[in-house]
């Protein structure tokens, strides 16, 4: 008998499976008439947790153990569980090249979602292929048209949908937060110009003339790196190169600014994984 169950892990929600079961051992029965082996049944006496390579997260539990052992159990191993997820996403991220088909870890905002391609081959409700967060997945769902892709072809689309999606997520973000920063940059007198680029190597840059880029990779970081790139970029428009001055200005407006540099440079390579 399988059951689901979900908990909290800060701000990350993870999905497991209980197995309840009875195991069966064998004893042997040493009487005259007989040499045969009996199955005998007994309850397993404790909840036994599995992270599996896939991120599946896979609960061993008695019978009649309650939901409420169930939880406390998980809970008592959330950290051990939260860190193997991560250690295999990791792994998965590292080893495979993005194919963009469900399974596959997307990024947004810090947290990562499960990438959930759904086709509608025997519908035409589905008009426009759309992207969309839900419940923990980042669901892109095809239209009729759509669906009857080929392999590849189809994941030429889903990338181009999800870069879009992000593209455009990314656009309201970052001048959301160019807005909410700007006061701090007090050398700064009209607010500059943003645009997005696509950049392999870089987040962002900003102009002679003081006009700033960021690239939309940035939305799969938290916001605080997000708020990190664009102070670094203000910072560019009173001192153009990396001089003891730039730091100190950027030190005055985000005195952690290295610990979240280091945290944006230690998952570069998965963000800017396409």
Not at 58 to 68: K, R
Not at 122 to 149: C, F, M, P, Y
């Amino acid at each position: 008998m399988t059951e689901n169950g979900v908990f909290y892990y800060g701000q990350d929600k993870i999905d497991y499976e209980v197995v309840r079961k009875e195991v069966t051992y064998k004893e042997k029965i040493n009487q005259p008439e007989s040499d045969k082996l009996i199955a005998k049944k007994t309850k397993p006496r404790k909840v036994v947790i599995k992270v599996h390579p896939d991120q599946r997260v896979v609960v061993t539990a008695p019978v009649d153990a309650t939901d409420e052992v169930i939880h406390d159990a998980m809970m008592k191993r959330a950290r051990w569980i939260w860190q193997s997820l991560q250690a295999f996403a990791k792994q998965q991220d590292h080893v495979l090249p993005k194919r963009y088909v469900s399974g596959e870890t997307q990024f947004y905002l810090g947290r990562r979602y499960v990438l959930k391609v759904i086709t509608n081959i025997e519908t035409a409700n589905v008009i426009h292929s759309t992207v969309k967060l839900s419940h923990g997945k980042l669901n892109v769902e095809l239209s009729q048209s759509d669906s009857e892709l080929d392999t590849e072809e189809r994941a030429v689309l889903v990338k181009r949908l999800i870069d879009e999606w992000y593209k455009n997520k990314f656009r309201s973000i970052s001048g959301e937060r160019l807005e909410a920063l700007i006061y701090k940059a007090s050398w700064v007198k009209n607010s500059p110009s943003l645009r997005l680029m696509l950049m392999k190597k870089q987040w962002g840059s900003c102009s002679t003339k003081g006009n700033l880029i960021l690239n939309p990779h940035l939305v799969k970081a938290p916001k605080e790196c997000i708020d990190y790139v664009i102070l670094h970029e203000l910072c560019h428009i009173a001192e153009h190169n990396h001089s003891e001055h730039f730091w100190r200005l950027l030190t005055q407006v985000m005195p952690n600014w290295k610990e979240v540099k280091a945290r944006l440079d230690g998952m570069a390579e998965l963000y800017l994984n396409e």
